[in-house]
T-cell receptor, first 113, second 115 residues
Framework: GENVEQHPSTLSVQEGDSAVIKCTYS??????FPWYKQELGKGPQLIID?????GEKKDQRIAVTLNKTAKHFSLHITETQPEDSAVYFC????????????FGDGTTLTVKP | DVKVTQSSRYLVKRTGEKVFLECVQD?????MFWYRQDPGLGLRLIYF???????EKGDIPEGYSVSREKKERFSLILESASTNQTSMYLC??????????????FGDGTRLSIL
């Protein structure tokens, strides 16, 4: 089955700096890669996703890049703000897997004002 | 906006009790999922369902069962609760579009303590 590894497990940055979280996956059939943000006391919420036919996607301060050959994808947050502090999860799934996703173990991002 | 509602935010039960966790989604999604979330272990899939009355085991189904009698409702059952089932439980749903994966929409979780 699919295996997703996420690094780092914790990340602390100063407000205004950039943050990068990286994930690798094992199953070359995976073709959909969402990123979720979980704030304290809430469930994870989708913040951005990318499909395997695209190498990069951007939405304001967040971007995701995908390298299918190396089987890794990354989340980039620029100009970080204290409200970006949360746990971030990457995930991978394929359309042969009945809607199931395999999640990374999460990254706790702290943005210091 | 998709809404996934979990019936309880906090629940305290005793060892050996039968525990029901309920989840309802309002977007007519075919797929529904139950996860448990423990520190350092990410989200682990317990069971999922891709249609009414259909269910499949996830990665950690032992000690749990599920029920999906109606499309909008997916219940997680702890047959005989044990202390190692103390955890945060998250329900999610997603739509099924042929050949095109869709994101999952999560509830806010039920924090279950087994004493």
């Amino acid at each position: 089955g699919e295996n997703v590894e996420q690094h780092p497990s914790t990340l602390s940055v100063q407000e205004g700096d950039s943050a990068v979280i990286k994930c690798t996956y094992s199953d070359s059939a995976s073709n959909y890669f969402p990123w979720y943000k979980q704030e304290l006391g809430k469930g994870p919420q989708l913040i951005i996703d990318i499909r395997s036919n695209v190498g990069e996607k951007k939405d304001q301060r967040i971007a995701v890049t995908l390298n299918k050959t190396a089987k890794h994808f990354s989340l980039h947050i620029t100009e970080t703000q204290p409200e970006d502090s949360a746990v971030y999860f990457c995930a991978a799934s394929s359309n042969t897997n009945a809607g199931k996703s395999t999640f990374g173990d999460g990254t706790t991002l702290t943005v210091k004002p | 906006d998709v809404k996934v509602t979990q019936s309880s935010r906090y629940l305290v039960k005793r060892t050996g009790e039968k525990v029901f966790l309920e989840c309802v989604q309002d977007m007519d999604h075919e797929n529904m999922f139950w996860y448990r979330q423990d520190p350092g272990l990410g989200l682990r899939l317990i069971y999922f369902s891709y249609d009414v009355k259909m269910k499949e085991k996830g990665d950690i189904p032992e000690g749990y069962s599920v029920s999906r009698e109606k499309k909008e409702r997916f219940s997680l059952i702890l047959e005989s609760a044990s202390t190692n089932q103390t955890s945060m439980y998250l329900c999610a749903s997603s739509s099924h579009t042929q050949g095109l994966e869709q994101p999952q929409h999560f509830g806010d979780g039920t924090r279950l303590s087994i004493l």
